[in-house]
């Protein structure tokens, strides 16, 4: 089959087109033939690389697929090729007492689709049978490529993790990123009054027409200040942060006694610091949070095929367009998913 891969970290330069053996379905798998794969700032990551991460390479990244059934394995008798389907790009071992009571992200043994095991930027990829899902009926594959890891993620953060209640004011970060526009949909429809980040006009508009009441330029101005005019210095009960260092130490200001930030990632770096004493006498929480559950995606798709919840797409290119796609995601000059199609 045909897939873009990489042999060693590097920059988008290191993606190339090249022939593996198509993969074949064991037991308890399903073959997928890959319709559309959208991009998510993992895929930069992970081919960026850190210290500690190992793959097999050739590597190939792609966390969210959307696809046609190609085969079946031997133990799989309620799925049949040609079904329309999506994946849920979470691996676990679906034994243990974290997967059994539905926590299966805190499984020991989690893995991601495209991070670390091959994913999507192929032709056919292979999954555990659990991790199929319908497609939605009225979206086309590559619409629906934009929602798993996306939506997965920010639902877990919001609802789950940071418990948004009705009501409740939350600051949702880089608006135009995949999950920050996942964000600011499922604030509004859990009841919440939605401040926005963004970083270019025409991305504060998209951002409100998501459904964000306020939306903050941070390129020109100080998004914690604004925060404070926002609130009349009330502050926001929630801080939805996935950008990192350069945003950490005013995300943490943000928060009034009782205030909690919820995180999933640092594309601007790692390595921020904290005041013991800030954390302990304003009681706020500091919680992290990676994918969600195999459950919450039921719920997600159950709200997008009832019109509650949308994904947002900013452009389509093909597969051998990979490099060209990964600087988009680096530029900041997508608002939503970037979709490859093989």
């Not at 031997?74 to 679906?94: F, H, I, M, R, T």
């Not at 979206?139 to 996306?150: H, I, R, W």
């Not at 459904?211 to 009330?234: C, M, P």
């Not at 942060?241 to 640092?266: F, I, M, N, Q, Y």
Request: hydrophobic share 45%; charged share 25%.
């Amino acid at each position: 089959m045909k897939a873009i891969a990489f042999r060693q970290h590097g920059g988008p330069e290191v993606l190339e087109m090249t022939e593996l053996s198509t993969p074949e379905p064991r037991a308890r798998e399903v073959r997928v033939k890959v319709k559309a794969v959208a991009l998510n700032h993992l895929d930069v990551w992970v081919r960026k690389g850190w210290a500690g991460l190992r793959l097999e390479m050739p590597h190939v990244l792609g966390s969210d697929v959307a696809g046609v059934i190609d085969a079946v394995g031997a133990e799989v008798s309620d799925l049949k090729p040609g079904l329309e389907v999506l994946v849920n790009p979470g691996l676990s071992c679906g034994a243990c007492e974290r997967c059994l009571s539905g926590e299966d992200a805190l499984c020991r043994s989690y893995a991601i689709l495209g991070e670390h095991v091959r994913g999507g930027y192929a032709e056919y990829v292979c999954v555990p049978r659990q991790n199929i899902l319908p497609k939605p009926k009225a979206l086309s594959f590559e619409e629906s490529a934009c929602l798993p890891l996306t939506f997965l993620t920010a639902w877990h953060m919001l609802m789950t993790r940071a418990q948004l209640r009705p009501g409740e004011t939350v600051l949702i970060h880089a608006a135009g990123s995949g999950v920050g526009s996942a964000g600011v949909q499922i604030a509004k429809l859990a009841g919440a009054k939605v401040i926005a980040t963004a970083s270019t006009p025409e991305k504060l508009e998209k951002a409100k027409a998501l459904g964000a009441d306020h939306v903050i330029n941070y390129a020109q101005a100080d998004f914690l200040e604004e925060v404070k005019k926002l609130t009349s210095r009330r502050l926001v009960d929630v801080v939805f942060e996935h950008v990192g260092a350069s945003t950490w130490d005013k995300s943490v200001l943000c928060l009034p006694k009782g205030g909690r930030l919820v995180t999933c990632g640092a594309t601007t770096g790692p390595d921020v610091k904290l005041d013991l004493r800030v954390l302990f006498y304003k009681s706020i929480s500091l919680l992290g949070s990676t994918m969600g559950s195999k459950g919450e995606l039921f719920r997600i798709l159950e709200l997008v095929e009832a019109g509650k919840l949308k994904p947002v797409m900013d452009r389509v290119l093909p597969l051998s367009h990979a490099a060209e796609a990964h600087g988009l995601l680096t530029d900041r000059k997508s608002f939503g998913n970037v979709v490859l199609t093989p």
